[in-house]
């Protein structure tokens, strides 16, 4: 029996997800037409071994993270609960903190996934690996190659290619370690909660030592995943490496969102067809390459749709729209002749008449095979807007004929003049 973790962070979280962030929990922003976290759930369903998903973050249970999690009970076979933090815990605290939950039934090793990452997810593949490598002590983490100059700003692993170990891990280093990054999908055997517990002793007795007495209990049980066991791990035989070369991205702004809103779409071929839409007939729009049409959306049959599109629930596109690379989110308005190119139209918008919000789509290195980041940073290093693709928050108004170019802008407001490059608060 196997358990399946999502590490799904909290509400001081997902800074660079604003403004998209402020109106909904991050793991629940829907991808593909899907929320973030659905996909990596879907993927545990595909394996018969799987027979809890644990959901550990510091969310309060609010009403979109409970609903959510009806649906999925409702929804998924393996049970599906939500594990919540007091505070901010680290990318391993909570993995400590609910140690006997996620122990109970003695499962033989568990998956532990970030949830701000996407991919096909090679589960399978991954347990295969983890059972034919480790011991009971043993953790495999799954990584994917980048270029050099982007690798830093992941974990990086330095394997022994005839064996598969991990022989050094660094998070973020600060000179060039390896190309090989960490996809943030690992698999654990039991123990590694044990060495969890050395940690936790070690911050005690720091804590103990310093003699501050105000520090709180989350200080000795705030644990970094990635500094305090991947480091150690790595070079003591016990840590293995299961490279992918399949699609892989993170989640951390506006703009990765439309990167992996267009891998979650590509995927679908394979895993669920019947998600696409399709040029049936006369009364359907024209739809372009991959697209997701939601059943309670409304597109009128002249408007031309993709590639790469998301249309949410509730949306109305009217005559004449042009829409590519876009997410448009639940309640989004298009009135007639409106365009929407690499952009995320927020909860209840209004883009007017003949009005244009467009964006600039993330154009990958064609000399770096392997790219990976897809602007992460809203500012240049010389503090200017990163050209990217152009968001609108919860509620916002775009009268009609106005243009809209590589700009945020935050929940409600309602725009009359056209702006280029701003952020409008
Ligand atoms: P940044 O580049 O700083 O965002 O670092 P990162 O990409 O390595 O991400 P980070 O370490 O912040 O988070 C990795 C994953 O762990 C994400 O899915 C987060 O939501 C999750 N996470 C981060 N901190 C916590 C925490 O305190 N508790 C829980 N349960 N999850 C967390």
Not at 173 to 190: D, H, K, Q, R
Not at 283 to 288: A, F, G, H, L, R
Not at 385 to 413: D, H, M, Q, R, W
Request: hydrophobic share 40%; charged share 20%.
């Amino acid at each position: 029996m196997w358990k399946a973790i999502i590490l799904i962070g909290g509400p001081e979280k997902g800074t660079r997800f604003r403004p998209l962030s402020l109106d909904v929990p991050k793991p629940l922003f829907p991808v593909a037409g899907f929320p973030m976290v659905q996909h990596h759930i879907e993927a545990c369903c595909q394996v018969p071994e799987i027979k809890e998903i644990l959901l550990i973050g510091f969310f309060p249970l609010s009403d979109e993270l409970k609903s959510f999690l009806e649906y999925a009970k409702k929804q998924f076979t393996p049970s599906i609960r939500y594990l919540q933090e007091y505070t901010s815990l680290g990318t391993a605290g909570g993995l400590y903190h609910f140690r006997d939950q996620i122990g109970a039934g003695n499962p033989s090793a568990f998956l532990v996934f970030n949830a701000d990452v996407c991919c096909n997810f090679p589960l399978q593949e991954i347990l295969s690996f983890h059972k034919s490598k480790t011991t009971d002590d043993g953790i495999t983490i799954v990584a994917t190659e980048a270029t050099q100059q982007e690798s830093m700003s992941y974990g990086c692993v330095v394997e022994d290619a005839a064996t598969g170990e991990a022989t050094h891990y660094v998070e973020k280093p600060e000179t060039f370690v390896s190309s090989l990054i960490n996809c943030g999908v690992y698999a654990f055997s039991p123990k590694v909660l044990q060495y969890m517990e050395n940690v936790f002793k070690e911050h005690q007795s720091e804590r103990f030592d310093s003699g501050d007495d105000n520090a709180d209990q989350s200080f000795s049980e705030r644990i970094s995943l990635e500094k305090e066991i991947l480091n150690p791990y790595a070079g003591s035989g016990k840590m293995f490496v299961y490279k992918t070369k399949e699609v892989w991205g993170q989640i951390k702004s506006a703009a990765s969102a439309i990167h992996a809103n267009k891998l979650y779409l590509s995927l679908y071929h394979k895993t669920n067809p019947e998600r696409l839409a399709q040029n049936s007939h006369k009364q359907s729009p024209t739809i372009i390459g991959d697209v997701f049409i939601h059943p309670n959306a409304e597109v009128h049959s002249s408007a031309v749709i993709g590639p790469n599109v998301t249309i949410d629930d509730r949306v109305v596109v009217g005559p004449g729209v042009r829409v590519s690379n876009s997410i448009l989110l639940p309640g989004a308005v298009l009135k007639n002749h409106s365009c929407v190119l690499n952009a995320i139209i927020g909860w209840q918008s209004i883009v007017g008449d003949w009005s244009r919000v467009e964006g600039t789509a993330h154009q990958p290195d064609p000399n770096a095979p392997f790219s990976k980041i897809i602007s992460d940073g809203l500012f240049n290093e010389d503090g200017r807007l990163c050209p990217s693709i152009t968001v609108l928050g919860y509620n916002v108004f775009i009268a009609p004929e106005i243009i809209i170019l590589n700009s945020i802008v935050l929940p409600n407001k309602t725009i009359q003049s056209s702006s280029k490059n701003l952020i409008i608060l």
